[in-house]
């Protein structure tokens, strides 16, 4: 027969233990990003419209813009206005533009993706996410 104290003394030890667990685990990921120079950024669902003066987006260049918790890339061409989540299609960390290799690089886990957005290299099997942009007369609403 089972000594209910017995079970109760045990029953909290697998409890601290597995806490603990969950708790390192808990810690790791953020101590890791850290240390590794990854920025994992917030939910983009979350984030509101980002709003930008076309007028002062300059031509054919890329432009990284940090708004509410994200991270996206605005370009202005001839034919508009377009936007990309900057956010790696893995785990979420921030994405950077190497100009002189024309890609996106993931510094996470060496996720690459092309001028395009498309994955090319590493764990990411999904695109980088295009953003919805609306144009009024003088401004570009971006996402939202
Ligand atoms: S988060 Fe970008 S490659 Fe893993």
């Not at 061409?77 to 290799?101: F, K, M, P, Y």
């Not at 060496?110 to 994955?119: E, K, L, M, S, Y």
Request: aromatic content about 6%; proline content about 6%; hydrophobic content about 35%.
């Amino acid at each position: 027969m089972i000594d209910p104290m017995e079970f109760k003394v045990a029953g909290r030890r697998v409890f601290l233990a597995r806490g603990c667990g969950v708790l390192a685990a808990c810690l790791t990921v953020p101590l890791w990003n850290l240390l590794s120079g990854c920025d994992v950024a917030q939910d983009e669902e979350t984030a509101g419209p980002l709003t930008v003066t076309v007028a002062e987006l300059p031509l054919d260049r890329r432009v990284r813009l940090e708004h509410d918790g994200r991270t996206v890339e605005v370009t202005r061409t001839a034919g508009g206005v377009t936007a990309r989540s900057l956010l790696c299609t893995h785990q979420g960390c921030n994405v950077r533009w190497i100009e002189n290799e024309q890609i996106y690089f993931c510094p996470c886990h060496d996720g690459r993706f092309n001028a395009q957005g498309q994955p090319i290299y590493g764990p990411p099997r999904e695109s980088l996410r295009e953003l919805p942009v609306t144009l009024t007369s003088t401004q570009a609403v971006i996402g939202g």
